[in-house]
């Protein structure tokens, strides 16, 4: 570097010396930071157009990060295909000059239609993050008709790595600013709630539609499959709203039997039943001026559903064994992965009672539909198994964040945390590897619809392994089944005992012996 900078003018020299000092003084707007590198870059090179293309974990296409020039706010929103010049740049981790564009094999046109802008000469070079490529700069068409040069080469290498450490103090910057915002949150709320933690547009979206639901005292409906975190919005609901210094109150309906939840929810008086030795006030009293969560509200049996109407129209109700009316000021905020409409169709839930909770809907996207999630959860997860596994994890290599993506989650972010839990205590610091995370491409498929021979690739994933064993074969041809039947039945223990024709106690057995969360 020292060697290339001597050979610089002296402006060129001090606009390098200037990038530098921005980048030391400016981690929070990486996006201004990159314009400006970018910009010097043109005014160095001299040429019409440059852009910053980064890396999707998601479909492994290149984005524009940054795209500067006559045509850079049109091609901002247009993937970039890996069978690209840029893509060849990524792939070979090699800069490339290309004076002729047009007669390139590698030249992908797509961009060039549909912004109407033409490429005639081309200097590419790999951004590197910790010997890693995470995307490619690119300079276009040198001023003057003129071709790049091996000293345009010299410069773009030199705002490269520039760039790549601009990356990587930002990244360090936002990741720090969100494990103290998630801190704040905890320290703030107190430790009955959990951790808030999302970057994708879909739940930054739901929790501006929380916020203005919350505002208001109707009924919440919040639907979703297993996992998803159907609890977290409620508690969102309950602290964003005027009720946050009153007790937020959490009932799971599937948890109990018919007559001790109704004890549970209302209360009651003493000699109402055998064991019940004196008065005990129910979840609702216990609710009172703030807010009930009722979880899996669908497993609801139908003679508290009608009870449960009442107290949602009157705001009233007795205890059981007690004649006196109890009036209670509740908000109530219902969860359920199973389709009620379906139910109300087939006589297993009240119709009055659906559009009593059904006020105001709010449906949580699975993890596989927003998958900018799973990079910030899996590290949030990482963060907190480090610490009570003692070993100090610094991330995931590569090829398990890769993993990461592309698998379906069918149990969503609880599944999520319980691969980071495991992979924290059977893995070895600093990175968590792929075998650790013990998720496996063809389960992935066999739960997400794939292939018709997916239990066979299942069959060569066992038979790649170490234990070669039948009792292993067994217990993960099991698991994997169980899991399968889950998800069909959007994780419904009940219908799933149905269709495995096993108890329904026996299917909650299941998924401790087959450490299926």
Same mark, same amino acid.
């Given at each position: 570097?020292?060697? @290339?900078?001597?050979?610089? &003018?002296?402006?060129?020299? @001090?606009?390098?010396?200037?990038?530098?000092?921005?980048?030391?003084?400016?981690?929070?707007?990486?996006?201004?930071?990159?314009?400006?590198?970018?910009?010097?870059?043109?005014?160095?090179?001299?040429?019409?157009?440059?852009?910053?293309?980064?890396?999707?974990?998601?479909?492994?296409?290149?984005? =524009?990060?940054?795209?500067?020039?006559?045509?850079?706010?049109?091609?901002?929103?247009?993937?970039?295909?890996?069978?690209?010049?840029?893509?060849?740049?990524?792939?070979?981790?090699?800069?490339?000059?290309?004076?002729?564009?047009?007669?390139?094999?590698?030249?992908?046109?797509?961009? @060039?239609?549909?912004?109407?802008?033409?490429? *005639?000469?081309?200097?590419?070079? &790999?951004?590197?993050?910790?010997? %890693?490529?995470?995307?490619?700069?690119? !300079?276009?068409? +040198?001023?003057?008709?003129?071709?790049?040069?091996?000293?345009?080469?010299?410069?773009?290498?030199?705002?490269?790595?520039?760039?790549?450490?601009?990356?990587?103090?930002?990244?360090?910057?936002?990741?720090?600013?969100?494990?103290?915002?998630?801190?704040?949150?905890?320290?703030?709320?107190?430790?009955?709630?959990?951790?808030?933690?999302?970057?994708?547009?879909?739940?930054?979206?739901?929790?501006?539609?929380?916020?203005?639901?919350?505002?208001?005292?109707?009924?919440?409906?919040?639907?979703?499959?297993?996992?998803?975190?159907?609890?977290?919005?409620?508690?969102?609901?309950?602290?964003?709203?005027? *009720?946050?210094?009153?007790?937020?109150?959490?009932?799971?309906?599937?948890?109990?039997?018919?007559?001790?939840?109704?004890?549970?929810?209302?209360?009651?008086?003493?000699?109402? =039943?055998?064991?019940?030795?004196?008065?005990?006030?129910?979840?609702?009293?216990?609710?009172?001026?703030?807010?009930?969560?009722?979880?899996?509200?669908?497993?609801?049996?139908?003679?508290?559903?009608?009870?449960?109407?009442?107290?949602? %129209?009157? #705001?009233?109700?007795?205890?059981?064994?007690?004649?006196?009316?109890?009036?209670?000021?509740?908000?109530?905020?219902?969860?359920?992965?199973?389709?009620?409409?379906?139910?109300?169709?087939?006589?297993?839930?009240?119709?009055?009672?659906?559009?009593? !909770?059904?006020?105001? &809907?709010?449906?949580?996207?699975?993890?596989?539909? #927003?998958?900018?999630?799973?990079?910030?959860?899996?590290?949030?997860?990482?963060?907190? =198994?480090?610490?009570?596994? +003692?070993?100090?994890?610094?991330?995931?290599? &590569?090829?398990?964040?890769?993993?990461?993506?592309?698998?379906?989650?069918?149990?969503?972010?609880?599944?999520?945390?319980?691969?980071?839990?495991?992979?924290?205590?059977?893995?070895?610091?600093?990175?968590? %590897?792929?075998?650790? !995370?013990?998720?496996?491409?063809?389960?992935?498929?066999?739960?997400?619809?794939?292939?018709?021979?997916?239990?066979?690739?299942?069959?060569?994933?066992?038979?790649?392994?170490?234990?070669?064993?039948?009792?292993?074969?067994?217990?993960?041809?099991?698991?994997?089944?169980?899991?399968?039947?889950?998800?069909?039945?959007?994780?419904?223990?009940?219908?799933?005992?149905?269709?495995?024709?096993?108890?329904?106690?026996?299917?909650?057995?299941?998924?401790?012996?087959?450490?299926?969360?």
């Amino acid at each position: 570097m020292g060697m @290339q900078s001597k050979s610089l &003018p002296i402006d060129k020299l @001090q606009t390098l010396i200037d990038i530098n000092s921005r980048i030391n003084s400016n981690y929070s707007d990486l996006n201004a930071l990159l314009v400006y590198i970018l910009e010097a870059a043109m005014c160095l090179v001299e040429c019409e157009s440059s852009s910053l293309l980064l890396v999707s974990k998601e479909d492994d296409s290149l984005h =524009f990060v940054v795209a500067l020039g006559p045509k850079g706010a049109q091609a901002e929103d247009i993937p970039v295909d890996l069978n690209s010049i840029a893509g060849w740049v990524l792939q070979n981790n090699k800069p490339l000059i290309v004076n002729n564009v047009a007669s390139d094999p590698r030249f992908n046109s797509v961009v @060039q239609k549909k912004t109407g802008y033409v490429t *005639r000469t081309m200097l590419a070079l &790999p951004m590197c993050v910790k010997g %890693q490529c995470v995307g490619v700069i690119e !300079l276009l068409n +040198k001023a003057g008709a003129r071709g790049f040069m091996q000293a345009d080469m010299d410069i773009l290498a030199l705002l490269a790595s520039q760039a790549a450490i601009a990356y990587m103090n930002a990244h360090s910057y936002r990741s720090a600013q969100e494990s103290l915002s998630v801190m704040h949150d905890w320290l703030k709320n107190g430790s009955e709630y959990h951790p808030f933690v999302a970057q994708s547009h879909a739940v930054k979206d739901l929790l501006r539609i929380v916020e203005q639901v919350a505002l208001t005292s109707s009924s919440v409906l919040i639907t979703g499959e297993s996992g998803v975190g159907k609890e977290l919005f409620a508690e969102q609901l309950h602290l964003k709203s005027e *009720r946050v210094d009153k007790p937020f109150v959490r009932v799971n309906c599937a948890a109990l039997s018919p007559s001790l939840l109704e004890s549970e929810l209302f209360g009651h008086v003493k000699g109402a =039943f055998t064991d019940a030795v004196a008065d005990r006030k129910g979840r609702f009293e216990a609710a009172d001026g703030g807010t009930l969560f009722l979880d899996e509200i669908g497993e609801l049996p139908l003679e508290l559903q009608a009870k449960l109407l009442r107290v949602l %129209q009157t #705001r009233s109700f007795e205890r059981v064994g007690s004649s006196e009316t109890v009036t209670v000021d509740v908000r109530i905020v219902a969860a359920t992965n199973r389709n009620l409409e379906q139910m109300v169709a087939s006589g297993t839930f009240l119709s009055d009672l659906y559009y009593r !909770l059904n006020v105001l &809907p709010i449906h949580i996207p699975p993890l596989r539909e #927003r998958k900018e999630d799973i990079e910030p959860l899996a590290l949030f997860f990482l963060k907190k =198994f480090s610490r009570e596994t +003692k070993k100090n994890f610094d991330g995931f290599s &590569p090829a398990a964040l890769r993993a990461l993506f592309d698998y379906f989650w069918p149990g969503n972010v609880r599944e999520l945390e319980n691969s980071v839990e495991r992979a924290c205590v059977l893995g070895t610091p600093p990175f968590v %590897q792929v075998a650790d !995370l013990r998720i496996f491409p063809a389960r992935a498929a066999a739960l997400g619809g794939g292939a018709a021979d997916s239990f066979e690739a299942l069959a060569d994933d066992i038979a790649a392994g170490e234990d070669k064993s039948l009792k292993t074969a067994l217990y993960k041809f099991k698991r994997a089944y169980v899991i399968k039947i889950l998800t069909e039945n959007a994780w419904n223990q009940t219908r799933t005992a149905n269709i495995l024709d096993v108890q329904r106690t026996y299917v909650s057995r299941l998924l401790n012996e087959l450490h299926i969360r």
